[in-house]
């Protein structure tokens, strides 16, 4: 099966900087689709940014100008660069692939643990 792993998250001062990475790991034949949601304390998961096999983007209108999304197809990694941070940007953020472990195989989602991202002074 498909295992990611995330990492990179942590405390921050508003307007810091931060970047989160996730590598796909594990049976894969092709991994579609990656991106990262968010999820804040009560409230549910939402959209950040995703970014396909292609390069294409897109992103929330609440991070457009401040991150970035990018990928590396040979290590079937996603990062998020993420600046001019704000308080409203603290959540735990998920990274996500679409991807099938064979041919013949449907295409499914899979998540990763979660990284804690609080921008706090």
């Known amino acids: 099966q498909v295992q990611l792993v995330d990492s990179g998250g942590g405390l921050v001062q508003p307007g810091g900087s931060l970047r989160l990475a996730c590598a796909a790991s594990?049976?894969?034949?092709?991994?579609?689709?990656m991106g990262w949601y968010r999820q804040a304390s009560g409230k549910q998961r939402e959209l950040v940014a995703t970014i396909t096999s292609g390069g294409s983007t897109n992103y929330a209108d609440s991070v457009k100008g401040r991150f970035t999304i990018s990928r590396d197809n040979a290590k079937n990694t996603v990062y998020l660069q993420m600046n001019s941070l704000k308080p409203e940007d603290t959540a735990v953020y998920y990274c996500?692939?679409?991807?099938?472990?064979?041919?013949?195989?449907?295409?499914?989602?899979?998540w990763g643990q979660g990284t804690q991202v609080t921008v706090s002074s």
């Open positions: 996500n692939a679409q991807a099938k472990v064979t041919f013949w195989s449907d295409w499914a989602d899979y």
């Open positions: 594990g049976r894969m034949f092709r991994v579609n689709a």
